[in-house]
């Protein structure tokens, strides 16, 4: 007889979950004057604290595009998704942006896995993601827009300021996961080829805190500088556990390609002291553009320090509304054709333009960090340096066709 | 009997005519649960019925996924050509255990038959020592991290933290098609209903009789002339196969399996979507499921900061008031009856 | 040299990583042991103890922050643990499995009031003065070898808790009580003992100890809202290797699990070694299921 009642009441229950579904869901209506733009990053789990930051400089500048009249005569309309640090989460996301609110583009992403992961959902519907973090490369979609660095415009100038200064016994270590292992792969070769050498090569568990052992491979290594692709909170512990063991940033340089003006504050500048940093953006850069950028962010945001993949994300809105004022369509098709086609001088990177491939041509920088937070910018690249998704020396023969 | 049974049909018509009604994202919302739905009943099969707590249900169900996941890659992969991971991980042959893969029934056997044998394994190398309750709930738990940890560690024949994915058909069918997620939804519906007359048939048989004896007095059931052993291993087998099916249509519903859809935490939210809806019922299992999953979805999306909230307070909730869950509450309530505790078992005292 | 050095240096390493799994496990032991709870917000007892030596040193300054930080980190979360058994574990006395769920939902309330409270990015301590040296064995055979202050002071600590623990169980008026529920529960409960009460003084000495341990793993790690997590998965190992709530069993598994892990990764990487641990934790359950000291009991049931 329960059983009865309960086979009844899990019909109530199940209905009931549907109607909800669909009453809570609120559809976007597509008024008039607006239009909807998907921005989606993680607002919870362990990749938040650094994509928050991100939606943030994504959202400054709708409301600077909007308070300046908005695109093509339309108010942009941003909804925010949470992906969760979970790659399934982005997808599912991504696909609820574009099927259910239909916007015109989606701003987003921050790991690699998280791009992979909504990737077939672009490909699948033909949408357009702005995609503003530095990556491994071997990728090129013609659904979505790389802002961020190709491993050509971020690691390499690194290897090349690094080989400048004399540095020839480097040390690998980096955080298992894909963009650690691709950029070790790709540097490992161009040492080699240079005629350095790779004093050893190492990985950690994501969110690992137990260094001894590396720090001891390190010891016996005796490398003359180590190249860090540690992600998140295992950089505090690797810090801690160098300076515990006598090897602060001072007496081994550290160069790292996780750790930006974001990171440095959490980590706390006083353990990074003296440590190098490779980006295509710093918060010290001495550009007007940028200095006004900075003080926008920083008066909607007091004390926060920006960083490389907020500036994207923020050159990522003025380079779609760009390029939908020049296509005079928010069609995706129609944009990312336009947007190949512009150069763009308004957003703190100094004058940039995206590459055929969709990549964004960029400078690379190397600073050191100050015990403020802020870098010191101790060199730059010879100019822009053209994207190159797959690296010739590690992956001959493949080239980006869209 | 049959007003009973009546329900059920009543049901299934309404989640088999749901692409009629429903908007298309939370169709496929809707059909990616249900097929969550399947992993939760096995869990209500173990903990239910048999009183064993897996906090590593998420390495069968990543199992199941990585099998049709191994497939999808190599059948999107240019004639010849390596998966594009293996390229970039620098891997230019494919591994020979791949091959295999490239066959479709071969990885349709796999998503069932691996995830069952390892939970065979599993359950009969620990419960052979008579290792119970909390012990086998940590070595589940510590199984879900080293599976992860390992597969994530093995970027060039797994992956790694990206998984698998960027697949362009399955099966000769087009991924992206109208008509391929209408059919897979109706397949996950199939089997959904396929999978609850089966379990439930399970519970009333010999088999699910003794299960549940050894759930409220594993000695006693010694006592009688049984070996526990084999009632508990074929169950926990079970339930690896559910969530190895589970995980076969979850991946090819959204395009993706990585490790951070099984790990640790996953893997026990898998356990509340059946605490939720109530560990004692089928039902309550598939009921559960959809109310955490949409929840989280509509939750996540406007309040984010409440979501770890809302799950924390629910867990100690559902525990503390609630144990039997959704279901429960409603037959309590039905019954007038305000007793809200389970009926447990008598402590054994030696 | 560098070969010596290395093994050298990872045996140092092993009883280091042992230290810390001691101090993270042993809270746990004490009260998986008496009450058969398994705590799964212990971590977040770690992760409190780590936010209270924060705010001791932003209170005290640098030097003396920190040793007043163990303190407040031992009390504070004794004191939150006592409340958590009150309110929660108590009603769930005899349904273990259930209290794992539960204390489960009370360690993600944990972490996001934490994230509220302190922010998402971690908080900054860093190792006072005093002990922020190395002792270096140069002039020896030993020559590079050399041990960082911070991971001395983290052995000595856990020496000197499992040393108090030890005390306490085995000198005290309470440990008697300890000693006795845990024999035979009912038994002692009829002759008087105030079982609740020994519960209570167990569970919030086991979160007290884990504070304490936070405290100490804040020199070496971050302090974020989710910096348990990534402890209590090995804190467990520690205590199912160990057996029932046996203090030396607690000791000689974490010794076992930090010194294999450490020379594992003299060979292979921290990833493998953390996989092969795993493998040798279900092998080792063959042989001895319930643990390395397990308790001599006639009783058919464990509860």
């Known amino acids: ?62 409301d600077q595009i909007n308070a300046k009249g908005g695109v093509l005569g339309k108010q942009i309309v941003p909804i925010v998704e949470d992906g969760a640090s979970d790659p399934s989460m982005f997808a599912q996301k991504a696909q609820k942006l574009i099927e259910q609110d239909k916007v015109a583009t989606v701003f987003g992403g921050w790991t690699s896995a998280s791009r992979k992961a909504m990737l077939p959902v672009f490909e699948r519907f033909h949408g357009l993601l702005w995609y503003p973090v530095q990556f491994e490369g071997n990728e090129c979609s013609p659904d979505i827009m790389y802002s961020g660095a190709q491993p050509n415009q971020q690691i390499l100038p690194a290897l090349q300021w690094a080989e400048q200064k004399g540095y020839k016994s480097i040390f690998l270590l980096g955080s298992d996961y894909v963009f650690p292992r691709t950029a070790n792969l790709i540097l490992k070769k161009h040492i080699v080829h240079d005629g350095g050498t790779v004093a050893g090569e190492e990985y950690v568990p994501l969110g690992g805190s137990d260094f001894s052992a590396v720090i001891n491979k390190i010891k016996v290594a005796k490398p003359q500088i180590i190249f860090n692709t540690l992600n998140g909170d295992s950089n505090v512990s690797f810090f801690k556990q160098m300076a515990a063991a006598g090897l602060p940033s001072a007496k081994l340089p550290v160069m790292s390609f996780s750790i930006a003006e974001q990171e440095a504050k959490a980590i706390g500048p006083s353990l990074l002291e003296g440590s190098y940093a490779a980006w295509n953006y710093f918060q010290s850069l001495p550009d007007p553009v940028n200095k006004k950028f900075v003080a926008a962010y920083q008066a909607k945001y007091p004390g926060s320090p920006v960083d490389d993949p907020m500036a994207h994300g923020y050159l990522d809105v003025y380079a779609w509304a760009a390029a939908v004022t020049k296509a005079g369509s928010f069609d995706p098709e129609k944009v990312r054709k336009a947007a190949t086609s512009l150069a763009y001088s308004d957003v703190g990177l100094g004058e940039t333009k995206f590459a055929g491939n969709q990549s964004l041509v960029q400078t690379g920088y190397v600073g050191e960090l100050q015990p403020s937070g802020q870098f010191k910018i101790l060199w730059q690249s010879k100019g822009p340096i053209l994207p190159v998704p797959y690296d010739p020396l590690s992956f001959p023969g493949k080239t980006c066709v869209l | 009997m049959i007003r009973r049974e009546l329900g059920l049909v009543l049901v299934l018509v309404a989640a088999a005519c749901a692409p009629l009604y429903l908007p298309a994202y939370e169709l496929s919302l809707l059909g990616r649960f249900l097929a969550l739905a399947v992993l939760a009943m096995g869990i209500s099969l173990i903990w239910g019925t048999g009183g064993i707590l897996s906090l590593g249900q998420g390495v069968f169900f990543g199992l199941g996924g990585y099998a049709v996941a191994m497939h999808l890659k190599l059948a999107s992969a240019d004639p010849g050509a390596v998966p594009d991971f293996m390229q970039w991980s620098g891997l230019n042959t494919l591994p020979w255990w791949w091959t295999p893969f490239g066959n479709p029934a071969f990885a349709i056997a796999a998503a069932v038959i691996i995830p069952g044998t390892a939970a065979a394994a599993l359950a009969y190398l620990v419960f052979r020592r008579r290792v119970t309750g909390s012990y086998f709930a940590i070595i589940t738990q510590a199984l879900a991290l080293a599976a992860t940890t390992f597969i994530i560690s093995q970027q060039q024949y797994t992956g790694g933290f990206n998984g698998l994915t960027g697949f362009t058909s399955a099966f000769g069918f087009a991924l992206g098609d109208q008509r391929t997620q209408f059919g897979l939804y109706w397949v996950t519906v199939g089997i959904v209903a396929v999978t609850f007359v089966a379990v439930r048939a399970l519970q009333g048989s010999l088999f699910g009789k003794v299960l549940l004896a050894v759930r409220d007095g594993e000695n006693r059931v010694r006592f009688l002339g049984y070996d526990p052993l084999p009632f508990k291993v074929i169950a926990f087998a079970i339930a690896g196969v559910l969530a190895g099916v589970a995980g076969a249509l979850v991946t090819l519903d959204l395009g993706v399996i990585s490790p951070a859809m099984f790990g640790v935490v996953p893997s026990i939210e898998m356990v509340i979507w059946v605490a939720v809806g109530g560990r004692n019922s089928l039902l309550g299992a598939i009921v559960g499921t959809l109310i955490v999953n949409f929840g989280k979805d509509w939750i996540s999306s406007v309040f984010p900061d409440l979501w770890l909230h809302v799950v924390g307070a629910v867990f100690v909730l559902v525990v503390t008031v609630a144990p039997r869950g959704i279901v429960g509450l409603m037959q309590s309530v039905r019954t007038r009856s305000l007793r809200l505790r389970p009926v447990t078992p008598p402590a054994l005292v030696e | 040299m560098s070969e010596t050095t290395l093994v050298a240096g990872q045996l140092f390493n092993g009883i280091s990583v042992a230290s810390i799994l001691l101090l993270a496990a042993l809270g746990l032991a004490l009260s998986f042991g008496l009450m058969r709870v398994i705590n799964m917000a212990h971590g977040e007892m770690l992760m409190m103890g780590g936010y209270l030596t924060y705010l001791s040193i932003a209170v005290f300054g640098k030097g003396a922050g920190f040793a007043v930080g163990l303190v407040v980190a031992f009390v504070g979360t004794a004191l939150f643990g006592a409340l958590l058994e009150i309110t929660l574990i108590r009603r769930l006395y005899g349904r273990p499995l259930d209290t794992l769920l539960a204390t489960w939902g009370v360690s993600l309330i944990l972490q996001q009031a934490a994230r509220s409270i302190f922010g998402p990015i971690g908080v900054e301590v860093t190792a006072p003065p005093w002990l922020s040296g190395t002792l270096s064995l140069g002039g020896t055979v030993m020559t590079g070898f050399s041990i960082p202050g911070v991971r001395a002071f983290i052995i000595v600590l856990a020496a000197v808790v499992l040393g108090a623990v030890a005390l306490i169980i085995a000198r005290t008026r309470l440990g008697l009580l300890i000693r006795a529920v845990h024999e035979n529960r009912p038994i002692a409960d009829a002759l008087g003992a105030n079982t609740r009460l020994v519960d209570l003084a167990v569970f919030a000495l086991g979160t007290g100890v884990a504070g304490l341990a936070g405290s100490a793993l804040s020199l070496i790690a971050p302090v974020t809202p989710t910096v348990g997590q990534s402890y209590i998965v090995y804190a467990f190992l520690v205590v199912i290797v160990g057996g029932l709530g046996s203090l030396t069993g607690t000791l000689v598994a974490a010794l076992l699990i930090g010194v294999f892990s450490a020379t594992a990764q003299i060979a292979t990487s921290q990833s493998f070694s953390d996989v092969l641990l795993l493998l040798c934790v279900i092998i080792f359950m063959q042989f001895r299921p319930r643990g390395i000291v397990s308790q001599g009991s006639r009783a058919l049931e464990e509860t």
């Open chain 1, 1 to 62: 007889m329960a059983s009865r009642r309960s086979v009844r009441r899990a019909i109530v229950g199940i209905v009931a979950v549907a109607l909800c579904a669909t009453v809570l869901y609120p559809s976007s209506s597509m008024a008039a004057g607006t239009v909807d733009v998907g921005v989606l990053q993680s607002l919870t789990g362990t990749m938040a604290i650094s994509e928050v930051t991100v939606k943030n400089a994504t959202l400054l500048a709708i």
